[in-house]
């Protein structure tokens, strides 16, 4: 059976990141490399904007997964994209957006 379209969601893409990162050691390059051949693919349907915020701090070292939920926070009206990640906070800095490194929760013991 031949589908018309396949739709691959951002969740779906960022899990194949992790899984291709972690359980098969690709490289971030091969990562890239394989995203980029099937969303080539001409009847598969992605966000396009949300892939290449994620390719694009992939290639700069950061975390696929990062870029893309600070792209579809952008999208839904968020300025400042927050984590405790630095490196991501760094990278998403450079691509010129707004970004602040949390610290702690404050949860601490007693608290």
């Not at 396949?6 to 394989?34: D, N, P």
């Not at 927050?82 to 608290?111: I, N, P, W, Y």
């Amino acid at each position: 059976m031949e589908a018309e379209a396949v739709i691959v969601g951002l969740h779906a893409l960022c899990e194949m990141v992790w899984v291709l990162r972690t359980s098969y050691r690709f490289s971030k390059a091969q990562i890239v490399l394989a995203i980029e051949k099937l969303c080539g693919v001409e009847n598969v349907i992605v966000d396009k904007a949300a892939l290449e915020a994620g390719l694009e701090a992939m290639r700069l070292g950061a975390d696929f997964a990062d870029a893309a939920i600070a792209y579809e926070g952008r999208m839904a009206g968020g300025d400042v994209f927050v984590s405790f990640d630095r490196k991501a906070v760094e990278v998403l800095a450079k691509l010129g957006q707004k970004s602040r490194l949390l610290k702690s929760l404050g949860t601490e013991r007693g608290k």
